[in-house]
């Protein structure tokens, strides 16, 4: 069992940064491939990042949405996962998740690829 919790969200002006932290319990963190989603309000849930299990080699990938835009990264001795978030825009505004799932993850950007998820946190971005 992996109980995630997310912080780091909350009102920024468009052009602005945020970085998302998500918390991790558990022994094997390391384990995991872990991801960010987000959704906002009348949509489905978007994948945005992913990184990979492996300490040796850490594969990341990114969505469409905010290629570019952003970097996920990893702290095992922490058991954290991180999405730094820049050029934010209004379209962003959406409640970020943090998912993980355990070990090589064959569609990581797939929500059905998750067993874990955490509550979410909330991203507004203003005009």
Known sequence: QVHLVESGGGLVQAGGSLRLSCAASGR???SYTMGWFRQAP???RE????????GYNTETYYGDSMKARCIIA???AKN???????SLKPED??????????G?????????SYDYWGQGTQVTVSS
């Open 47 to 54: 994948f945005v990042a992913a990184i990979g299990w492996s």
């Open 42 to 44: 009348g949509k489905e």
């Open 80 to 86: 954290t996962v991180y999405l730094q978030m820049s």
């Open 28 to 30: 094997t963190f390391s």
């Open 74 to 76: 990893r702290d095992n």
């Open 104 to 112: 090589i993850v064959g569609s990581p950007t797939n929500t059905n």
């Open 93 to 102: 505004t959406a409640i970020h998740y943090c998912a993980a799932a355990f």
